[in-house]
C-alpha cells in the first residue's frame, strides 16, 4: 500500500537518486543530466510550496512537488513534477500521486494545474495525465530534445477543478 505525505528535508537523500536518475536518462524532464545534487534540492525541495513523497514498505518509491506555475495573476495554477522510482512504473503510483496532488492543490488554494512541458514521446505520462483530466492544450514544435530521439514535440496539458474529477482505473 502506498501513502504520501509531506517530504521532510531529511528524505532528500532517498529523493535524489528517484530525481537523478530521470534527469540523467534525458527523456522526461527539462532539468541537466548535469543538475548537481545541490540545485536538484534547490529545484525540488526548496523552490516549491510543497514537495511530496509515496512511500511503499518505508522506503520512498516516488516524488511530486507542487509550486505557483506563474507568479502574481497567474499564481492560482500550480505546476508539479512528478516522478517514480523507475523500477516500480507501472504499479499506479504514478496515478496516486496525481489523484493525491489534485487533492493538496486545492487545499493549498490553487484553481487548476498545468503540466508546461510533457515530452509528447513520453506515452505513459501523457496517458496517465489524460486518464486524470488534463486535456492536452498546446503543442510545442520540437521543443525538447530527446537524448536518443532528438528533437520532439512537447504537450502542454492543464486541468481546471471545477469539477473535480479524479483518475479513472489505469
Same mark, same amino acid.
Given at each position: 500500500m502506498i501513502k504520501i505525505r509531506r517530504a521532510e528535508t531529511k528524505d532528500f537523500a532517498e529523493i535524489w537518486p528517484i530525481i537523478h536518475e530521470a534527469f540523467l536518462k534525458g527523456d522526461t524532464y527539462s532539468f541537466s543530466p548535469d543538475t548537481s545534487k545541490e540545485e536538484g534540492f534547490r529545484i525540488w525541495m526548496e523552490q516549491p510550496v510543497a514537495t511530496y513523497v509515496a512511500i511503499e514498505d518505508e522506503q520512498i518509491v516516488g516524488t511530486y512537488f507542487l509550486k505557483p506555475n506563474q507568479p502574481g495573476l497567474?499564481?492560482?495554477?500550480?505546476?508539479?513534477?512528478?516522478?517514480?522510482?523507475?523500477?516500480?512504473?507501472?504499479?499506479?503510483?504514478?496515478?496516486?500521486?496525481?489523484?493525491?496532488?489534485?487533492?493538496?492543490a486545492i487545499s493549498l488554494g490553487f =484553481? +487548476?494545474?498545468?503540466?508546461? *512541458? $510533457?515530452?509528447?514521446?513520453?506515452?505513459?505520462?501523457v496517458e496517465l495525465w489524460e486518464k486524470c483530466g488534463f486535456d492536452i492544450?498546446?503543442?510545442?514544435?520540437?521543443?525538447?530534445?530527446?537524448?536518443? =530521439? +532528438?528533437?520532439?514535440?512537447? *504537450? $502542454?496539458m492543464y486541468k481546471w477543478f471545477d469539477q473535480v474529477t479524479l483518475c479513472y482505473q489505469v
Open positions: 497567474g499564481s492560482h495554477i500550480c505546476n508539479a513534477g512528478f516522478v517514480v522510482n523507475s523500477n516500480l512504473r507501472g504499479k499506479g503510483i504514478g496515478k496516486n500521486m496525481c489523484e493525491h496532488a489534485i487533492k493538496e =484553481k +487548476g494545474m498545468q503540466f508546461n *512541458f $510533457v515530452v509528447a514521446t513520453n506515452q505513459v505520462a492544450v498546446g503543442t510545442l514544435y520540437k521543443a525538447f530534445k530527446h537524448k536518443e =530521439k +532528438g528533437f520532439v514535440d512537447v *504537450f $502542454v
